[in-house]
């Protein structure tokens, strides 16, 4: 969970009664710990406080330092494939 990701899968449930109650404590609770809330009525969803992020510009970069690259993305995996079967044989 990350207030600047773009997606967070931590949330919570509460009735609307409890919502409208504790609303406005519960808007900055959102935004600091970026955990969703589900408002129900009558045990059934129908809405969702999450907390709001600016969009990035672009897509590109948006996961530096997130991913890890582990050996060498070039090296060959010793295995042959379908398609050079026939280029070995010949064919």
């Given at each position: 969970m990350s207030i600047d990701g773009l997606t967070t899968t931590d949330e919570r449930t509460m009735s609307a009664t409890?919502?409208?109650s504790k609303?406005?404590?519960l808007i900055d609770e959102v935004f600091e710990t970026g955990i969703e809330i589900v408002i129900?009525?009558?045990g059934k969803p129908v809405a969702r406080?999450?907390?709001y992020r600016k969009r990035p510009k672009t897509l590109f970069g948006i996961?530096?330092?997130k991913i890890e690259i582990l050996g060498d993305l070039d090296e060959p995996l010793g295995i042959a494939w379908d398609a050079e079967e026939g280029?070995?044989?010949g064919k």
């Open positions: 409890e919502f409208r609303c406005l404590g129900t009525k009558r406080l999450v907390p996961d530096r330092g280029l070995l044989d």
